[in-house]
């Protein structure tokens, strides 16, 4: 399985709740650009998987639109906090398919990344807003993957 980790895009900085923070317009920029590129490099997973947190959610419908809306799943494993434990676990039922993409939140998706190559540190994994990793597992383990990109969305955009 391909598993896309996309982290949300540019978001308001401060909100009386956290999980309400929308997308700043330079965010919903992001997400379209990087909605594009998933476009025109034909990246469509069978199924998207996010966080319901706002911002998360206003980063998916951008990204949706350019890949022809497969079915997704607001998660709340998958909010701010996700551990890459649980991450490992509750990804066990979509390990059948050929492709997955999750959308979440930092430091979330760096501990992620890291525990799913055999990393010692998520400090040595930057990942950027709306950013996209791209990690190649044949089973859900630590240690089981292999890094097929990290394109940060000011490259998808060819700047």
């Not at 330079?26 to 476009?39: I, L």
């Not at 799943?73 to 398919?97: C, D, K, N, R």
Request: charged content about 20%; glycine content about 6%.
């Amino acid at each position: 399985m391909i598993l896309y980790l996309l982290r949300h895009a540019e978001a308001e900085p401060h909100c009386n709740n956290d999980s309400a923070r929308h997308l700043t317009v330079h965010g919903k920029s992001q997400a379209a650009q990087m909605g594009a590129f998933c476009q025109k490099f034909q990246i469509k997973p069978q199924v998207v998987l996010t966080s319901p947190l706002c911002r998360t959610v206003e980063t998916m419908h951008p990204v949706l639109e350019k890949i022809e809306g497969p079915p997704f799943f607001e998660l709340t494993w998958i909010a701010s906090g996700m551990t890459p434990e649980v991450a490992i676990e509750e990804l066990q039922s979509y390990i059948m398919l050929e492709s997955v993409m999750l959308i979440g939140h930092e430091p979330d998706l760096s501990y992620l990344i890291a525990k799913l190559l055999g990393m010692a540190h998520s400090e040595n994994v930057n990942v950027p807003k709306a950013s996209l990793t791209a990690i190649k597992v044949e089973k859900m383990a630590a240690g089981a993957g292999v890094l097929q990109f990290l394109i940060p969305v000011e490259l998808a955009n060819g700047k």
